[in-house]
């Protein structure tokens, strides 16, 4: 076996060796086999750097599912093997890793605002359904970290910098310190060399004095430990560049004054020892006021637990100590990730029973926490996502609840945009407005200065109350006139539904008796406000039907109306002037005097401010020749001449239904909402209680009448709707 395959696997059984590892090694052959004939930048293999990914979560003792997706992470990406396959080869749960590592790889880091960089950390959790994903995001970038010298310097800067603002911060969220000091460093290395030289420089001029400074304190602590019987290891600390720069850079302190230079961590079994541990270092050595710290008693947002102090070491020198137990240091190296350690000899929980695990644990230590960061609401909210993030074509990051569209992205960059919105694309593709947004989507809105602005059914897809907020707005100001059209167009549907003669509009009395309780001045208010779909006015709608149908029940016309003389009631006269509006068969009607169009001339219409559609010929030089502005345009309704018939045909259809109350109203309601005229309507009731109800209408077309057919059969009840030929 190869060796590269043999050491990985060597780590692999040293944490669990119960573990099956042949996805691991099928992992590595097929990976291997797919990245054959690629090459690093530096020259090297490229199956190189998955193998030394999948090493640095081996050594973090993360599961075979995390490692085969380490080895596999870069194919899907580089060669032509696609997320199927993977799926088919290795399952589901090595497919969604590699997949969710593929998606982060995508996520282009453009912007330096700081809100932007918090958005670009949040969506990254946001994004990974699975916190592994991110433990390998972040192990991936570390190897690239690692051989970044290979790399031309302003690829060296970016990576650099990207790491500083979005990985590390990461790393630091889920407790992998690690893995974010080591990223720290290394971006410092390439974003401010002269400045990490300096560093390396002055603490390798007190390199003896720190050894022995070290050693002697190491050697202090072993000796005293062993007299009191504890267990320990004790260690000298690692040296952060990362943290040592920012203080003398950024705090302005000189080398000496940085205690992290001289620091020792004693690692022992349990809690208990811990404290008698610390108990110990403070009778020794003098502490220095204000430096203790009991994260065990306290631990830090994201699971860290130690005890620190400082203290006056053996050659008056001031030392920083670190006390845990190795559980406490595992998860301080590791974080999230070590709750993916195999526990030898037990049975695995499930990845989710992890992730839960981990959250629950933050929890309840946030319970305890009287200064928690945000960092707990940001990692709560963002791994149970209530929210979405986007991309403007631009690259910045727009953050949305979940389940948003493209309506309310649109209105969360600007009102104009979305006033103006004709479509969205998104990651390049067209879709429609009710599109629900996903993570990490690229939205662009399409705008258009002719665009009416924006509708009721808006209102209906908008997720966000800013979006709705503004078409309300809208509709309110801009739309007046057309609303006003709209509503009372509404109005009378509505009235013909519940089987009120549209007559009743006239009754002042009805009307004036409750417009004002509604807060309606005038009765083109209220229809206005029911255009763009006010609830007062729906309010004001149901009142005044309620007040009809006690009239119309007080003049005993309920109970002896026919559907015939309803119909005689309700269908609104032809028009004095001869002109129909296409879809409004109640507006009022002016034939503009200034081209007098007679029938047979080809017509338009002009929704005037208040005066009602003015008729024009479709020629006329007012009309062909003046300049609209598109709100204007925007005026321009189809009209034709009462008579003139377009290719319209009557079609007999005859429905049974068991009799019920309101069938028929409900029968009227489907067609009149088609907008489809009803010629003639009989109902008998036939033997079993049977309706049967024969109903012509004039459609324009085949599709016109199999829609009302199709619409017919849904009605409650209905059990057919057939055709008959006249
Ligand atoms: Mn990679």
């Not at 979005?166 to 060399?193: N, W």
């Not at 050595?285 to 710290?293: E, H």
């Not at 009309?623 to 290719?647: C, D, G, K």
Request: aromatic share 8%; charged share 25%; net charge neutral.
């Amino acid at each position: 076996m190869e060796k590269a395959l043999e050491n990985l696997l060597q780590k692999l059984k040293k944490h669990n060796p119960s573990a099956d590892l042949d996805p691991v090694i099928k992992a590595f052959e097929f990976s291997k086999a797919k990245h054959e004939g690629q090459f690093r930048v530096s020259g090297e293999p490229f199956f190189s750097h998955p193998v030394a990914v999948a090493n640095i979560l081996a050594d973090m003792a993360l599961d075979v599912s995390s490692i085969a997706a380490a080895l596999l992470h870069d194919v899907v990406e580089d060669t032509d093997v696609t997320e199927a396959e993977i799926a088919a080869e290795f399952g589901e749960t090595v497919e969604l890793l590699v997949s969710g590592v593929t998606k982060l790889g995508k996520i282009p880091y453009t912007s330096n605002e700081d809100q932007q960089i918090e958005n670009l950390r949040k969506m990254f959790l946001a994004m990974a359904n699975d916190v592994r994903v991110i433990v390998i995001k972040l192990a991936d970038r570390l190897h690239n970290l690692r051989t970044l010298k290979s790399m031309p310097e302003p690829k060296q800067r970016e990576k650099a910098r990207e790491t500083l603002e979005v990985f590390a911060p990461l790393a630091h969220r889920l407790g992998m310190s690690k893995i974010k000091m080591e990223l720290e460093d290394l971006s410092l290395k390439y974003i401010d060399p002269i400045g990490y030289y300096e560093i390396v420089d002055k603490i390798s001029q007190k390199q003896g004095e720190r050894e022995k400074n070290i050693a002697d304190m190491i050697s202090l602590l072993n000796s005293r430990l062993e007299t009191l019987g504890i267990e320990a290891h004790v260690e000298g600390r690692a040296k952060h560049f990362y943290s040592i720069y920012r203080k003398m850079f950024i705090q302005n302190k000189t080398i000496d004054e940085i205690y992290d230079l001289f620091a020792v961590r004693v690692i022992v079994n349990t809690d208990a020892d811990c404290y008698a541990v610390l108990g110990m270092v403070h009778e020794l050595f003098k502490p220095i006021p204000g430096r203790f710290k009991d994260y065990i008693a306290m631990p830090k947002p994201n699971m860290y637990q130690s005890l620190h102090s400082s203290v006056i070491g053996p050659n008056g020198v001031p030392f920083e100590i670190q006390i845990r137990t190795w559980a406490m240091h595992n998860t301080a190296e590791n974080g999230i990730a070590a709750h993916w350690k195999y526990k030898e000899g037990k049975v695995g929980k499930s990845d989710l029973d992890s992730k839960l695990e981990w959250i629950k644990q933050l929890l309840e230590i946030q319970k305890d926490l009287t200064n928690a960061e945000d960092f707990m609401q940001t990692l709560k909210i963002d791994m149970f996502s209530d929210e979405v993030f986007v991309f403007t074509p631009k690259g910045d990051v727009v953050s949305l609840p979940a389940g948003a569209t493209p309506i309310d992205f649109a209105y969360a960059i600007h009102s104009a945009i979305g006033n103006k919105m004709q479509g969205a694309k998104v990651n390049g593709k067209i879709v429609t407005l009710d599109y629900k947004l996903k993570n990490g989507d690229i939205v662009e809105i399409n705008t258009s200065n002719a665009v009416h602005g924006p509708n009721l059914d808006w209102l209906k897809i908008a997720k966000t109350s800013q979006a709705r907020n503004k078409i309300n707005q809208w509709l309110k100001k801009e739309n007046r006139s057309e609303n006003i059209l709209k509503g009372k167009e509404q109005f009378e549907r509505e009235l013909k539904k519940a089987l009120i003669p549209v007559s009743y509009m006239n009754d002042t009395d009805l009307f004036g008796k409750i417009l004002s309780k509604y807060g309606f001045a005038q009765t083109e208010d209220m229809f206005a406000t029911l255009g763009y779909g006010g609830s007062n006015a729906t309010k004001f709608l149901t009142k005044f039907k309620e007040l009809c149908k006690q009239d119309m029940a007080s003049k005993n016309e309920i109970s002896d109306i026919s559907p015939e003389q309803f119909l005689l009631k309700t269908t609104s006269k032809a028009n004095q002037s001869g002109v129909v509006v296409d879809g409004i068969d109640n507006c009022l009607i002016r034939i503009s005097h200034c081209c007098s169009p007679v029938p047979g001339d080809k017509i338009i219409g002009y929704v005037t401010r208040g005066r009602g559609v003015a008729v024009h010929r479709a020629d006329c030089i007012n009309i062909t020749n003046a300049h609209f502005s598109p709100e204007e345009q925007m005026r321009f309704i189809n009209v034709h001449w009462a008579n003139e018939v377009e290719s319209s045909f009557q079609a007999m259809l005859c429905i049974t239904a068991p009799d019920r109350n309101s069938l028929l109203a409900d029968i009227i309601s489907v067609i009149s909402d088609l907008k489809i005229p009803i010629k003639s309507l009989n109902a008998r009731t036939a033997k079993n209680n049977l309706a049967i109800v024969e109903l012509s209408i004039e459609v324009k077309n085949i599709e016109n009448l199999e829609t009302a057919i199709n619409k017919l059969k849904n009605i409650k009840g209905v059990l057919a709707v057939a055709r008959r030929r006249q």
